[in-house]
RNA sequence: GGCCCCAUCGUCUAACGGUCAGGACACCACUCUUUCAAGGUGGUAAUACGGGUUCGAUUCCCGUUGGGGUCACCA
């Protein structure tokens, strides 16, 4: 018989935005199930109802459509399937592989403290109460927890991505699977859950490997077969941390809003951690997928490089055929409440400040300048420019204004400016630079622009020869 | 601290025992040029350390060091 389809499963707790890193373990999942024709599924594991929010799940199934990860099956929500975590808990005590445990709280805190430092691991002694004790209690109704009891044995498995990775029992705790009012653990409610999704990978990050001799034994106490596990490795900050808020944006939400385009941030989140050989960087999806295997994921983990992220949105920037580009330019206006006068207007716009900026922000401020005056600010580069010339700058200004100003509305194109700035320049015997810097200067603020003479064409005549006088 | 994972340029990575250790970002220089960006050309820069195994180790084994993860009636 043929191995059936794949089956995969991304399954955040909605007690946060979308992590970057949770996002690229979602693609990962997402590349393994295409490429193989499995199923994605999507799990909201919300069995902490303290912490757990709709307004989270909302912001992370955003997250994931802004990606372009579409999933197969669900939302499946975890908190929906109580009965039976309690169930399959249940069935492992009354088989003998579970036990009560009527320790309270402050016993286990005094537990712990006796056996000196935060280092414990629950001594079994409610394991070791007769069964009628334990009848006695429960009739009694003595609050009690249902702990698993742990195998005294190795527990290993071949990780798809780091190769075996053995433990042993004699380390691990008779973990809790059930609380005392009757809710499951998280290690319950996953193993419940994975084997009645039928999970056949389960692909996460790395800081679950601890968790993982722990569910493969619940595997095994329940009867059912482990799945293949992939352990994929952490994403870190600059300084090699864990990476968190004070690395700066850590949700993709936050890159979102910071102008980079899906499709860049998807192809930079594939590539740390994963390479395709063959020195390949910019994919498409169809490349991606085709290309994608767990084996080739780096078993270290990796530093966000946001510089590069950077580089990479600037290369699909400059390759998006500009019509795509409007509706992103045209929010991102809107935003910082610029007056468009219709989206139809800002192609002209795009392609003149297109090759030059890096994100969507970026180029909707470049874009913002050249159409409202009231966007101009001078900046440093301006500022030291206007200083160095001195009277110079002014003098310029003039001499441009004379000569734009004999430019009439029909002839104000790109060539025609050029060409008449040209012919005053030599006549004057004066550098171009020196005559085109300060219109750049008094036109967007900034030395940094695209050549003068297509910022006049896209700026206008009129606007042009306002903003110099 | 126990257990577990990891280790190639600053960063992302390639090289499944034999390469001048390759590519990309960043950086530097040159070039192009009306500025910037882009482009082109070139450059600086890495196998953590110590032992083995082998004719030969980035690659396999052991140790050291360093980093990371995890040790809840959280997920």
Known sequence: MMDAAPRVRFAPSPTGYLHVGGARTALYNWLFAR????????RIEDTDAERSSEAHTQIILDGLRWLGLDWDEGPVFQGASGE????????????????????????????????????YKYDGRCDRLSAAEVAARVARGAPSVIRFRMPQEEIAWDDAVHGRIAFHGRDLDDMVILRSDRTPIYNMAVVSDDIAMRISHVIRGDDHISNTPKQIALYQALGAPPPVF??????????????????GATAVGDYQDLGILPAAMRNFLALLGWSPGEDREIMTETEMIALFSLEAIQKKPAVFDMVKLEWMNGEYLSRIPTPELVAPVARELERMQVHVGGTHLLP?????????????????ERVAVRLDSRHVKL????????????????????????????????????????EQLKARAEAGGMKLGDLLQPIRVAITGSTVSEPVNELLEVVGRSSSLARLT
Do not use: N
């Open 35 to 42: 490429k193989t024709g499995g199923a994605f599924i999507l």
């Open 84 to 119: 039976r975590h309690r169930q399959d808990a249940e069935r492992l005590l009354a088989e003998g592989k579970a036990y009560r445990c009527f320790c309270t709280r402050e016993e286990l805190e005094a537990q712990r403290k006796a056996a000196g430092g935060d280092i």
């Open 230 to 247: 992939a352990h994929v490795p952490m994403i870190l900050g600059t300084d090699g941390k864990k990476l968190s808020k004070r690395h």
């Open 348 to 364: 002209p716009y795009i392609d003149a400040v297109k090759s030059r900026a890096r994100t969507i922000v970026e180029m909707a």
């Open 379 to 418: 900046d440093d580069k301006g500022r030291k420019l206007r200083a160095k010339m001195g009277d110079g700058f002014v003098e310029s200004l003039k001499v441009a204004l004379e000569i734009l100003g004999a430019i009439d509305e029909q002839g104000w194109t790109a060539e025609a400016i050029l």
